[in-house]
Nanobody, 124 residues
């Protein structure tokens, strides 16, 4: 079973930046997919960004151009650089990963390993 640990959440004013990090353990090879999801109060968990082992990325339209997902495939670590943050980005952010090859990169059901979550709060 893959274990994930996130770090880097916090509070920032609108227009500011934050970087989230995720470290995976318990898997000796390069994980095929790593992703970031978020869940705001009263809302469903939504996919934010995903990256494959080969560095191919996908983003939700709401964050395209503002967020950047990266990873070190040899170390199974990942990051989410968040710029131009908006109050609507406020949520708990979760790192996710799977050792399987998946078709729906931003769908939570495709992932079987999750971090504990880190809070991101953006004030106006």
């Amino acid at each position: 079973q893959v274990q994930l640990v996130e770090s880097g959440g916090g509070s920032v004013q609108a227009g500011g930046s934050l970087t989230l990090s995720c470290a995976a353990s318990g898997y000796t090879n390069s994980l095929p997919f790593m992703a970031w999801f978020r869940q705001a109060p009263g809302k469903e968990r939504e996919g934010v960004a995903a990256i494959s082992r080969y560095g191919v990325t996908r983003y939700a339209s709401s964050v395209q151009g503002r967020f950047t997902i990266t990873r070190d495939k040899d170390k199974n670590t990942g990051s989410l650089q968040m710029n131009s943050l908006k109050p609507e980005d406020t949520a708990i952010y979760y790192c996710a990963a799977t050792p399987q090859y998946i078709a729906r990169w931003l769908v939570s059901d495709e992932y079987n390993s999750w971090g504990q979550g880190t809070q991101v709060t953006v004030s106006s």
